[in-house]
């Protein structure tokens, strides 16, 4: 009742041998998925180190990156849009022929 053929003896060792290359291959992937984890985990650190080094968030706020990084972009768009008026006033007061000094002093 228990004696098993050469052949089933020989399936079961095959099994078992692709059930432990997948184990392993299964390791191997989990193991890479934890080091791009941890990976990301540290990026998103330097950010939020960063972003309380240029005071752009309060110690004591709770640090939202995604926000963070939003909140720059709107910020940056209109620093681009404020550069970019303050360089068509300047391009009209050189054009109105005012003397150097007046041109030249800040807007």
């Known amino acids: 009742m228990f004696a098993r053929s050469s052949r089933e003896v020989k399936c079961s060792r095959g ?6 290359e997948e184990l392993i291959k299964s390791q191997n992937f989990t193991t890479t998925l934890q080091e791009l984890l ?10 939020e180190d960063i972003l309380l080094q240029v005071d752009f968030l309060s110690n004591d706020q709770s640090l939202n990156v ?18 970019s008026e303050y360089e068509r006033v300047k391009n009209n007061l050189s054009s109105l022929n005012l003397p150097e000094t ?4 800040e807007v």
């Open 66 to 83: 995604v926000d963070c990084v939003l909140g720059i972009i709107d910020e940056t768009k209109v620093l681009r849009v404020i550069s």
């Open 102 to 105: 007046v041109v030249s002093s």
């Open 15 to 20: 099994s078992l041998k692709y059930m432990l």
């Open 38 to 47: 941890s990976s990301r985990e540290n990026v998103l650190k330097e950010i």
